[in-house]
């Protein structure tokens, strides 16, 4: 194991010399908790920023909610999104809204223009601006206030560390991770929320546990099948067009829940039989440290674990080529200088 936490993952050539490196770590953990294969340290402790959105949505789940206000499947996706703020997330959003007595102005996520450049484009030639309900993050805004409101609980400060929403979300989530909950280190996301940062290792096993909960508590794993299978089946909500969340959901054939978050974090729970018949779930979680803001080594490092561990066949891998593992360098008369490419090989446990 390196000294340092992050190692070389992804590379950069032109011509044949090597030009850029992006470094950074991953652990695969099971079920059970055993860690399977890693690079780099997989202790290492970072946050996980929109990773750790279908967890936020787990105590509101396991309260009942989604019955309570009759949440169809895409909506329960919507709330775990990143979502690009399209017209159909827009009004997903809203309709979910309308169900919990909602309104979008009680929305603290703040306002930014939709990721989708369509849309995006549509709403300026139409003079109009976004509003609360076109950020990636209004669907786990709406869940919250809906779990607030389920429960008669304040609305207005429910972003508060210690509002009865985010201390059951805490809980719920550190469970997840095998740790006391004053184990997790807090702090404030970009949609103003509370966010956990915890090592890579008990982030993979949450997502393992979320992909497959049998050995949790009753209305626990119910909630968490709820949740994963939400999400598999709405790709569309989780992302958008486009993004690299989505198409890999759709390229799993219902077997990996993904979720990607700022600076860089990934996380993909692989369902049981995703490597096979009778292989065990598994919990993936990738840290690139630089941030990757271009988003050019995550995806790439993610299919690479995933091919490494045999989770993808090459009719998958043929699906996902513009996302990697290896993508030609284009200049701007489009002829190929060079190649980004993954650099690693997991340490099998």
């Known amino acids: 194991m390196s000294k340092h936490p992050y190692v070389p993952l992804f590379e950069i050539t032109r011509g044949q010399t090597l030009e850029s490196i992006h470094f950074g770590a991953a652990a695969v953990v099971d079920s059970n908790g055993k860690l399977i294969a890693s690079v780099g340290d997989p202790q290492v402790v970072t946050f996980m920023r929109s990773s750790a959105k279908p967890f936020q949505a787990l105590p509101f789940i396991e309260a009942g909610g989604d019955k309570t ?47 989708d450049t369509a849309t995006s484009n549509a709403l300026t030639q139409r003079g109009e601006e976004p509003t609360a309900n076109r950020h990636n993050c209004s669907g786990k805004h709406t869940g919250m206030l809906a779990y607030a409101q389920s429960q008669s609980w304040p609305l207005q400060n429910y972003l508060d560390q210690e509002h009865p929403v985010q201390r059951a979300i805490l809980n719920s989530f550190a469970a997840l991770c095998g740790l006391p909950p004053d184990q997790v280190s807090q702090g404030i996301d970009g949609c103003s929320a509370p966010n956990f940062a915890v090592p890579l290792y008990r982030a993979a096993r949450a997502f393992a546990l979320l992909a497959d909960p049998s050995s949790l508590p009753q209305g626990r794993a119910a909630a968490c099948h709820t949740i994963a299978q939400s999400m598999v089946s709405h790709p569309e909500m989780v992302g958008g067009p486009g993004r690299f969340d989505t198409q890999l959901i759709k390229a799993g054939n219902g077997k990996l829940v993904v979720k990607g978050g700022a600076e860089g974090y990934q996380c993909v729970g692989l369902l049981p039989g995703a490597l096979g018949k009778d292989s065990p779930a598994l919990g993936i979680a990738i840290k690139i440290s630089d941030g990757d803001h271009k988003l050019r080594a995550r995806p ?11 989770a993808l066949s090459p009719q998958q891998l043929s699906d996902l080529k513009d996302f990697g593992p290896a993508i030609p360098v284009y200049n701007w008369r489009k002829l190929v200088v060079g190649e980004s490419h993954p650099c690693f090989t997991l340490e099998r446990n």
Request: contains cysteine; proline residues 3%; glycine residues 6%.
């Open 69 to 115: 206000y009759n949440l169809s499947a895409a909506e329960i996706a919507l709330i775990c999104s990143s979502h690009s703020g399209t017209d159909e997330h827009y009004l997903t959003a809203h309709n979910l809204q309308a169900k919990a007595g909602l309104d979008e102005s009680q929305l603290m996520c703040g306002i930014h223009p939709p990721y």
């Open 300 to 310: 790439a490092v993610t299919i690479e674990v995933l091919r490494q561990l045999g």
